[in-house]
């Protein structure tokens, strides 16, 4: 029987190299990109996660140093700063938008919320300033007629 599956020549088997995405914004490089992916003992390359981190602790503590396991733990575990606090406004607002909403009904539901939010924000703030410049103009009428 003949096999029409494609072998690519130039594979290397268990060689990934993590690659900084252009405006990902959320992308910055750690130490734990060099132990991103690890071996099953099948032999085939697995995503880690704090969950495999934590549960071989000891592997990685002997691969890495104390130190740098302290970080990566302390990086996918966020604390209270983060990557965000450098962005704008608007990129921080493009960032959560792109992360939680999947679907374009999703973003379109978001958005929609976020604007009538806006609309009563902004009668409410117009409300307010109303009623301040309303009150000193009756204060100063009062106080000159005294």
């Known amino acids: 029987m003949r096999s029409f599956a494609y072998k690519n020549p130039d594979y290397i088997k268990n060689e990934v190299v993590p690659e900084l995405i252009e405006d990902n914004p959320c992308y910055q490089q750690s130490v734990y990109d060099t132990v991103m992916y690890d071996e099953s003992p099948d032999g085939d390359l ?47 607002f493009n960032c959560v938008i792109s992360r939680h909403c999947q679907t374009m009904s999703e973003r379109q539901a978001v958005l929609q919320q976020l604007a009538s939010e806006k609309s009563e924000l902004s009668a409410y703030a117009e409300s307010m300033l109303a009623e301040t410049k309303a009150a000193p103009s009756t204060d100063s009428a009062s106080a000159s007629e005294s």
């Not at 990086?75 to 704008?88: L, N």
């Open 46 to 92: 697995i995503q880690c996660d704090m969950t495999q981190i934590l549960l071989n602790q000891e592997k990685y503590r002997r691969l890495l140093g104390d130190m740098n396991v302290q970080n990566i733990l302390a990086q996918m575990h966020p604390t209270q700063s983060t990557v965000m606090d450098g962005m704008t406004d608007e990129e921080r």
